[in-house]
Every structure is written in C-alpha cells, then in structure tokens.
C-alpha cells in the first residue's frame, strides 16, 4: 500500500514529463541537424538560407511576445527583419514574472511552430483529444496514458502525412504549413550573423534559467505538481494528456523538419553539379511522382506509395550523385587511365 | 550599352547599370499570379473535389469564377488605390464568358477546362507584359547624375545631379531583405520624390420637410509628405540594395561642398578677383609706358 502511495504521488507525476523532456531532446538534435544542412547550402542559396532565418526570428519574436502578454508585461514595440527582432517590454518588472518570459523565449521557439500546425489538424478534425479515457495513477499507469493519447495524436497526424496529395491544393498548401514550421523552428543566427544560435547556444539559456533562479523552477514544479492533484482528484486525464501533446508537438517539429532535410539535400545536391545537369536533382521529385501516381492510382495506398517511393527514388538518386561526384578514388583511377592511355599514344 | 554610352558628358564615366529586382514588383505580378492559381484551384474543386457535382454546374461555375476574381479585383484596386485592377479583372471575366458563349461551350462541361486554358494564356500575357514592363526600367549611376530611364510605348527620363540631392529615403520589405534588393528615392530641392498620404473624413445630415430641406456637412483632412515617386523616377528594386545605396551616398557626398571646401572656395574666387584687377593695371600701366 505505501508503495503504491510513493508511485502515486512520487513517481507518477514524473512519467510524463520525463517522456515529453526525451521527445523534447530529439527534437533538439533534429534542429541541430537542419543547421548543419542549411550551413552548407548557406553561400549558395543565401535567399533560401535567409528566408528560413526570418521564419526563425519570426516565431522567436511571437514566442517572446507572447511571454510577455501572458505574464501582463505587455508589449511596446515589436519589429522583425531577416537578422533580428526587437520585442520591448511595456513594463519593467523583475522577479518571476521576467524570468516567466525569458522561459517563452527559450522554450518556446521549439513549440510555438508546431503548435500552429497542431491548431490546423485539430480544426480540420485530422486529430481528436480524448478526454473519457480511464487512467491509472501509477508511473506505468501514466507511461500507458502518454503513450495511448500520442498514439491517438500521432496515428491522424502521420495518415494524413502519408497519404498526401501533391495534386490537391489543401494538401498542398498543408505541406507548404509543415516545411514553413520546419524551416522556422529556430533561427539559425540572430544580430546580423553576429551571434550564431547552435544546440549549446539553446541547452546554455536553459540551464541559465534553471540554475540563476531555482525558486521560480519549484513554483512552476509546484504548479504542475498541484495541476496532477487536482487531475488525480476530479480523475481527469488532464495532466498526461498535457505531455502528450507537448511530445507531439516535437513530433510535428520532427516530421516538418524531414521534408526540410529532404529539401535542403536536393539544393545541396543541385549545388555538385554544373550548367543544365543542376535541376536534375530538382526535377526528380516531380517526375518520379506523376508516373508513379498514375501507376498506383486504382490501389487503396496508392497515395502513399506514391509519395514513399517518389522520396525513396530522388533520396537514392541525390546520394548516387553525390558519391559518383565526390568520388576522389573513382575520379582518380579515370585520371589515371586516361593518363596511361595519352602515354601509350605517345 | 551603347546607347547609353552616347547620354554621357564630357569626363563623365557609368559607375552601374541597374534594372529592378522582378521580385520587387511583387504587386504587379500578383495580378497574373492570382489568376492562374485561382483558376488552377477552380478547375480542381470542379473535377476532383467532393463539390465537384455542384461546381460542374455552369450556373454555379460561373458565378463563383465571377465573385472571387471580382472580389479579390476590389480588395487589390482598395489596397493599391488603382481601380484599373478592378477593370482590368473585370474586362477578362467578360471576354472569357463571351468566349465561352461564342463558342457555345457555355452551358457544357468544357466551361471549367476552358476557364483554365483561358486563364492560363491571359495570366501569360499579363506575365509577358509585367516583365516587359520591368525591363523597361533603366537606371545609370555615373560620376556626375543618376539618369532614369523607362517606359515601353512613352519613353520618359530624368536627369538628376548629386549636387541637387537633399535626402535620400531607402526601403527595404520582407522580400528585399530576402533576395538583398531595395528602393532608393532620392529627394530633391523641389520635393520631387516626395508624394502624400491622405486621410479625410466627412459625414452628412439631411433632413427634408414639405418645404424646406437642410443639408448639413462636415469633414476633415490630414496630409503626410512622404518620399514617394513613380518607379521611373526612383531607384526601384535594386541589387543589392546596400552596396548601390552606399555608392549614392558616397557620390552625393563627393559633390556636396562641405562648410570648409565653401570657405576655400570663396578664397579662390577673391583671388581670381585680384589677380584680374592687378592684370588690368598692368595693361593699363604698359599703355601708358608707351604712350
């Protein structure tokens, strides 16, 4: 019975934000990963690159100014441009309230995106939350709960991904949505290239309001504690629920950031090769995906095998270019021989 | 290259050669840009989408092709303050249901393919002629002047010295900082470059009796100097908008005489002035030697 007290009121609580913090730490390396990309293809297509970096700062500044509205600040100036933003506060306060909003600007770049697509499913009824769950307050309890409820998020989100329509306008426009959250996840500079934002820039700001002020960290534990005993109290699946979708919303963020992967592999592909041969890569896409359609057109999946295979088919495609013309032995040995043959003439 | 070459004075040299970015007139282009896409969009909800049946419908297609195209045309005309958008949206609509009438496709499914190709070929001509129309422009930076150059059928130019700028006025949208382009108006002592923004308003009262009817009236206006001028007669959409915006004010401030140069100035000219007296009474004093 006392263990069961302990797993209840100890180790329950945890379950679920732990959860969330992992999917959280996944969504970090993804966007890490999208900064490397996009600093390849930086001096290339400085427009593309430029463009992701405003959607970046876009949100940043949204975030930031939303931090400041929900904590009463208030917001005298706001200002965007593709290096920098300017949100001023209406207020100066200190205290919690300060760090409250400093906590929105380094949290919530990460979620604000992906929550505006979140909005979109949910409206579009892609994606339903389920509140007459029963739940078990336990650690395993609560584990199952997270997990059934992101299932239940994810299964609507990742069908709808699946089976996407390029010939569709709505889902055409839905995948614009998805590569401009993407793209827009975090900025990869801000100050006009001055400071350059990595994984360690974010992970730094974390822990500075972690540690500079580890009172406000318990009155927002306290908070969340006292949320799961008023959820345990009334037996509302509320407070799992909350981590599930903040997990989901780093699942969004992952997703939207492959097709970001995807697009930026192409332009860097594009860049390998010279004169006419450059749109090889560009083209690819679309002319495996109208030949594929058509082939597919009478199965149940066909909408999914079509884009699976059109992504496959350019993936494999932008690699083989890459190795065959970044292939040194290769190129090489062809050196060689020719060599040898110029000498034999001779 | 040539022909511009033969616009130069004497010790004049170009600095650069500008057009506008085509992204810079991004207000222009979206009137062939929503057409096509609207059509696009028209012709898949009445083939593909589940309100296909409806759509097919020519007394449902049609009206439907009227109102939003209408529509976006008084929003456009509204925002841009040009009800030549409107007119223009308007005479398309009615040529493409004449057409569509002459041809007897109206009352037949072919309408809504027919609104597509129909679309599609006025959204490439109304594209032709906006790039034509952005080629048109010309601006060429020498030592000396900015000369803007422009137009298809009416060529219009201006000529306008270093010397004569007072001010100059930079902007830069989302899309500018985007792709590195920007607009450069440079004000002059007359105020060309400058335009004004207008706000007014009234409301009236009328009140009518078997005789006698009052009418009263009242209203209010603000106006707000503003740099703005006709494309051709700005740097409008240039690349890269911070490097030729460095250049003007580099060659403005080159033929700006600053407070000490105007000093020296007036030294040199007072001793021009006694270099003439002094040669004059040297004539004088030879005439007399040899008298």
Redesign the interface.
Same mark, same amino acid.
């Given at each position: 019975m006392s263990s069961s007290i302990i797993d209840t009121f100890f180790f329950a609580p945890f379950a679920p934000f732990m959860s969330a913090v992992l999917f959280w730490s996944f969504q970090l390396l993804v966007v890490e990963s999208m900064k490397y990309g996009l600093s390849k293809i930086w001096n290339t297509h400085?427009?593309f690159c430029?463009?992701s970096n405003?959607l970046g700062i876009l949100f940043q500044a949204l975030a930031h100014a939303a931090g400041y509205t929900l904590t009463g600040i208030g917001v005298s100036e706001f200002s965007i441009?593709? &290096?920098d933003s300017k949100v001023s506060p209406k207020k100066e306060k200190e205290g919690f309230y300060a760090w409250f909003a400093n906590a929105f600007l380094a949290l919530g770049p990460f979620f604000i995106p992906p929550f505006m697509v979140f909005c979109i499913l949910l409206a579009s009824g892609f994606i339903h939350l389920n509140l007459s769950k029963d739940v078990t307050y336990t650690f395993a309890g609560m584990m199952v709960q997270f997990s059934s409820t992101l299932a239940d998020l994810s299964h609507g989100f990742v069908k709808l991904v699946a089976s996407l329509d390029l010939? &569709?306008?709505f889902h055409l426009a839905f995948l614009i949505i998805l590569i401009a959250t993407g793209l827009g996840i975090r900025p990869s500079y801000i100050e006009g290239g001055a400071k350059k934002l990595s994984i360690l820039h974010d992970l730094y700001m974390i822990k500075n309001l972690l540690v500079n002020h580890p009172k406000y960290l318990l009155v927002v534990l306290g908070t969340f504690y006292l949320f799961f005993l008023v959820t345990y109290w009334f037996r509302i699946p509320l407070y799992a629920m909350l981590f599930s979708i903040l997990a989901f919303l780093s699942i969004i963020a992952i997703v939207s950031m492959f097709f970001v992967h995807f697009l930026i592999l192409i332009l860097y592909t594009s860049d390998k090769l010279h004169s006419y041969k450059r749109f090889v890569p560009i083209f690819v896409p679309l002319i495996s995906y109208v030949p594929l359609r058509l082939v597919f057109v009478n199965l149940d999946f066909g909408l999914t095998l079509s884009l699976v295979l059109s992504l496959l088919i350019t993936i494999v495609t932008c690699v083989l270019i890459i190795r065959g013309v970044t292939n040194k032995l290769k190129r090489l040995e062809r050196l060689s021989r020719s060599k040898v043959r110029t000498d034999e003439r001779r | 290259m040539r022909e511009d070459e033969e616009l130069l004075l004497r010790d004049e040299h170009i600095k650069k050669i500008l057009t506008p970015h085509p992204l810079s007139f991004m207000g222009l282009q979206s009137i062939w840009i929503f057409l096509i896409v609207w059509a696009? =969009?028209l012709w898949?909800m009445a083939t593909?989408s589940q309100y296909a049946s409806i759509l097919s419908k020519w007394f449902v297609l049609l009206p439907v092709w009227w109102g939003v195209t209408l529509f976006a045309g008084i929003v456009a005309s509204l925002t841009a303050i040009r009800w030549r958008i409107f007119f223009l949206y308007a005479s398309i609509l009615a040529g493409g249901t004449f057409l569509l009438w002459y041809n007897g496709w109206l009352f037949k499914s072919i309408a809504k393919d027919f609104i597509l190709f129909y679309s599609a070929g006025v959204s490439a001509i109304l594209a032709i002629c906006s790039f034509a129309y952005i080629k048109s422009h010309r601006y060429i930076i020498t030592n000396l002047r900015i000369i803007f150059k422009g137009g298809i059928l009416k060529k219009r130019e201006r000529t306008l010295r270093y010397d004569k700028i007072t001010d100059i006025d930079g902007s830069q949208g989302?899309l500018g900082?985007? =792709?590195?382009f920007g607009t450069i108006i440079p004000i002059t002592q007359s105020g060309f470059g400058l335009g004004s923004d207008q706000t007014f308003a009234g409301g009236g009262v009328e009140t009518k009796g078997k005789k006698l009817g009052i009418f009263g009236f009242v209203g209010g206006g603000k106006e707000v100097k503003t740099p703005r001028t006709r494309s051709y007669y700005e740097l409008h959409g240039v690349y890269p908008y911070r490097e030729v915006r460095k250049l003007i004010e580099e060659l403005v401030q080159e033929n700006v005489l600053v407070p000490y140069e105007k000093k020296q100035v007036e030294i040199q000219k007072e001793q021009l002035e006694l270099q003439r007296e002094m040669k004059e009474l040297l004539e004088k004093q030879s005439f007399l030697k040899d008298d």
């Amino acid at each position: 019975m006392s263990s069961s007290i302990i797993d209840t009121f100890f180790f329950a609580p945890f379950a679920p934000f732990m959860s969330a913090v992992l999917f959280w730490s996944f969504q970090l390396l993804v966007v890490e990963s999208m900064k490397y990309g996009l600093s390849k293809i930086w001096n290339t297509h400085t427009a593309f690159c430029r463009f992701s970096n405003f959607l970046g700062i876009l949100f940043q500044a949204l975030a930031h100014a939303a931090g400041y509205t929900l904590t009463g600040i208030g917001v005298s100036e706001f200002s965007i441009s593709v &290096n920098d933003s300017k949100v001023s506060p209406k207020k100066e306060k200190e205290g919690f309230y300060a760090w409250f909003a400093n906590a929105f600007l380094a949290l919530g770049p990460f979620f604000i995106p992906p929550f505006m697509v979140f909005c979109i499913l949910l409206a579009s009824g892609f994606i339903h939350l389920n509140l007459s769950k029963d739940v078990t307050y336990t650690f395993a309890g609560m584990m199952v709960q997270f997990s059934s409820t992101l299932a239940d998020l994810s299964h609507g989100f990742v069908k709808l991904v699946a089976s996407l329509d390029l010939f &569709n306008p709505f889902h055409l426009a839905f995948l614009i949505i998805l590569i401009a959250t993407g793209l827009g996840i975090r900025p990869s500079y801000i100050e006009g290239g001055a400071k350059k934002l990595s994984i360690l820039h974010d992970l730094y700001m974390i822990k500075n309001l972690l540690v500079n002020h580890p009172k406000y960290l318990l009155v927002v534990l306290g908070t969340f504690y006292l949320f799961f005993l008023v959820t345990y109290w009334f037996r509302i699946p509320l407070y799992a629920m909350l981590f599930s979708i903040l997990a989901f919303l780093s699942i969004i963020a992952i997703v939207s950031m492959f097709f970001v992967h995807f697009l930026i592999l192409i332009l860097y592909t594009s860049d390998k090769l010279h004169s006419y041969k450059r749109f090889v890569p560009i083209f690819v896409p679309l002319i495996s995906y109208v030949p594929l359609r058509l082939v597919f057109v009478n199965l149940d999946f066909g909408l999914t095998l079509s884009l699976v295979l059109s992504l496959l088919i350019t993936i494999v495609t932008c690699v083989l270019i890459i190795r065959g013309v970044t292939n040194k032995l290769k190129r090489l040995e062809r050196l060689s021989r020719s060599k040898v043959r110029t000498d034999e003439r001779r | 290259m040539r022909e511009d070459e033969e616009l130069l004075l004497r010790d004049e040299h170009i600095k650069k050669i500008l057009t506008p970015h085509p992204l810079s007139f991004m207000g222009l282009q979206s009137i062939w840009i929503f057409l096509i896409v609207w059509a696009i =969009f028209l012709w898949w909800m009445a083939t593909y989408s589940q309100y296909a049946s409806i759509l097919s419908k020519w007394f449902v297609l049609l009206p439907v092709w009227w109102g939003v195209t209408l529509f976006a045309g008084i929003v456009a005309s509204l925002t841009a303050i040009r009800w030549r958008i409107f007119f223009l949206y308007a005479s398309i609509l009615a040529g493409g249901t004449f057409l569509l009438w002459y041809n007897g496709w109206l009352f037949k499914s072919i309408a809504k393919d027919f609104i597509l190709f129909y679309s599609a070929g006025v959204s490439a001509i109304l594209a032709i002629c906006s790039f034509a129309y952005i080629k048109s422009h010309r601006y060429i930076i020498t030592n000396l002047r900015i000369i803007f150059k422009g137009g298809i059928l009416k060529k219009r130019e201006r000529t306008l010295r270093y010397d004569k700028i007072t001010d100059i006025d930079g902007s830069q949208g989302i899309l500018g900082q985007i =792709f590195d382009f920007g607009t450069i108006i440079p004000i002059t002592q007359s105020g060309f470059g400058l335009g004004s923004d207008q706000t007014f308003a009234g409301g009236g009262v009328e009140t009518k009796g078997k005789k006698l009817g009052i009418f009263g009236f009242v209203g209010g206006g603000k106006e707000v100097k503003t740099p703005r001028t006709r494309s051709y007669y700005e740097l409008h959409g240039v690349y890269p908008y911070r490097e030729v915006r460095k250049l003007i004010e580099e060659l403005v401030q080159e033929n700006v005489l600053v407070p000490y140069e105007k000093k020296q100035v007036e030294i040199q000219k007072e001793q021009l002035e006694l270099q003439r007296e002094m040669k004059e009474l040297l004539e004088k004093q030879s005439f007399l030697k040899d008298d």
